[in-house]
Each structure stands twice: as structure tokens, then as C-alpha cells.
């Protein structure tokens, strides 16, 4: 039995404590239900390209206070193209746009290339919106609503448990973006949930597609307007 008595606590600084051994490396390595992230990103390649993303021009600031620019994270429809849910990432687009046409507003789409974090993402968006509100999407189907007088973490709304969401979700959260556009205030949306923590399966896989955002960032590149359209 191990205790504070037999077993005192030497500990003096770092790299002076608890180091694992290569034999202890190997055993924890060496996991029966170990997977790739090869293995857990290999669902992507089999809806790659069913959208283009073209690069049109320098993003601007925009002038209509009807439009509500939507930023998409470097690796969506580059190297990411399902989302956590199992919708494509071209039905999720899709579905946003539709819900702010509903309520009269036009999207833009912006890809931000030098960051993959989220709140800048849409942040960035709203700041070039040109009514102040802009979307944040991520490749695995992480969303939010930004305005551009927040700080990166204050945002409107955020869908966070991407899993969880459904297509009917997404073309709400694009309503109640066009309603932040027009000075309303929207009820936020209810996403669902279980009492349980959603499984480590899909933790596992949303750390291998943030990988893959983390390759397509291009730092200290500008956002650029982009056309996105159907293959």
C-alpha cells in the first residue's frame, strides 16, 4: 500500500516529478480500441467535394445592413467535409442560408484562414458583416452568432455540442442571426442533450478534425471572400 508515508512526495521543480517509463509508454500505447486519426477522420474522403469553396477576393467591410456574413473555419470544404451530426457540411451551409432568407438578410461567406479559434472565427465575420452580425462555422459543425462590439468569447448564441444538432437547428440559428441583424432579440434555441457526457467516441473524433483545421491555417494570412457552390 502506497502512502504519503511510504511513498513521500520528493517533488522539487520540473521534470523532477512522475516520469513515465518507456516499458509503462508502451503498455498505455498499446490499447485494445486504439484508433488512427487516419481511422477517425476516413469518413471525410467519402463526401469530398460535394461543395467548392473558391477563393473570390480580399474580404471587405460590407455595407448592407442586410447581410450577414458567414465564416468558415480554414479546413471546411478543404480537407473537412462531414460534420460531428452526419450532415455534410453543404447541407449545413445551406440550411443557415435558408433561415436567413427567411427573414430577409443575404449571406456572405468569408473564409477566415489564420486562426482555427472559434470565437475569432465568427467574431471576424460579424466585424465584416454589414449589419454587424456575422456566423461562425466550423468543419465539424460547431456554430455560433457573433456581433462585432463583443469580445471573442461573448457571443450571441453557440451550438457547441455539434453531435447533437440537427438540420432543422442550423436553419434556426441562421433565423435568429437575421433577427440580431434587424435589432430584434430572439430566443435562443434549444438544442437537446442528455443527462450523460456525450461519448469519448466523439471527443476523439472532434480532436482529429481540429487537427485538421490546425493544418489548412494559414497564419497571418487575411480572410478572403468566398463563393461557395454545389458540385
Not at 512522475?18 to 509508454?25: K, Q, V
Not at 457526457?197 to 483545421?213: C, D, F, K, M, T
Request: proline share 6%.
Amino acid at each position: 500500500m502506497l502512502s504519503k508515508i511510504t511513498d513521500p512526495n520528493d517533488y522539487s521543480g520540473p521534470g523532477t516529478g512522475y516520469t513515465l517509463t518507456e516499458a509503462r509508454r508502451a503498455e498505455i500505447d498499446d490499447i485494445r480500441q486504439q484508433r488512427s486519426a487516419t481511422e477517425l477522420t476516413v469518413d471525410q474522403a467519402e463526401h469530398a467535394g460535394h461543395i467548392t469553396v473558391t477563393e473570390v477576393e480580399p474580404a471587405r467591410q460590407g455595407s448592407d445592413p442586410r447581410e450577414v456574413c458567414i465564416g468558415l473555419s480554414p479546413a471546411l470544404g478543404r480537407s473537412v467535409w462531414l460534420s460531428l451530426c452526419g450532415l455534410p457540411i453543404g447541407e449545413v451551409i445551406r440550411q443557415l442560408s435558408a433561415g436567413l432568407e427567411e427573414e430577409g438578410c443575404v449571406p456572405r461567406f468569408v473564409r477566415v484562414r489564420s486562426t482555427i479559434d472559434f470565437g475569432l472565427i465568427g467574431l471576424t465575420a460579424a466585424k465584416l458583416s454589414g449589419s454587424g452580425i456575422g456566423i461562425g462555422l466550423q468543419g465539424k459543425g460547431t456554430a455560433l452568432i457573433h456581433r462585432r462590439d463583443l469580445a471573442p468569447l461573448a457571443n450571441l448564441e453557440l451550438f457547441s455540442v455539434a453531435p447533437l444538432l440537427t438540420a432543422r437547428n442550423y436553419r434556426d440559428l441562421g433565423r435568429n442571426a437575421a433577427r440580431h441583424a434587424k435589432g430584434m432579440a430572439p430566443v435562443p434555441i434549444l438544442t437537446g442533450g442528455t443527462d450523460e457526457s456525450i461519448s469519448a467516441r466523439y471527443h476523439a473524433r472532434a480532436v482529429a478534425l481540429v487537427a485538421l483545421e490546425r493544418e489548412a491555417s494559414e497564419p497571418g494570412q487575411s480572410p478572403a471572400t468566398v463563393e461557395v457552390r454545389r458540385a
